[in-house]
């Protein structure tokens, strides 16, 4: 199988709206920014590596959101919030139904 920067290649262009560049610019900036990965020892959560990421982590890292950007794996913002209403309105539904059975019995 071949990697992402084996499928892009180096100068890989990708047409975007100026809406999109602003979403998946804050997509790449939240994912290079993670300064440390949580893991559960023993019911307490503490860092693997406190350490900033590396120039080549960076790198990977761009490169693999450059990859599922292409392969259009990122939901829109439009996307995002209608999945939210619709979980909302699930929500609503559930919780009024449990009531409903709870007052029933």
């Not at 900036?29 to 120039?55: C, F, H, R, V």
């Not at 913002?77 to 029933?104: D, F, M, P, Y």
Request: aromatic share 4%; proline share 4%; with cysteine.
């Amino acid at each position: 199988m071949n990697s992402p920067s084996q499928l892009l290649g180096k100068n890989t262009k990708i047409n975007l709206s100026d809406s999109q560049k602003q979403f998946y610019k804050k997509i790449v900036n939240e994912t290079i920014s993670t300064e440390a990965i949580l893991i559960k020892i023993d019911g307490a959560e503490s860092p693997i590596n406190q350490d900033p990421p590396t120039k080549v982590e960076v790198s990977q890292s761009k490169t693999l959101v450059k990859y599922l950007i292409v392969q259009n794996l990122f939901e829109s913002e439009e996307e995002s919030a209608r999945r939210e209403s619709i979980l909302g309105s699930l929500n609503k539904i559930i919780h009024q139904w449990s009531l409903q059975v709870c007052t029933e019995a």
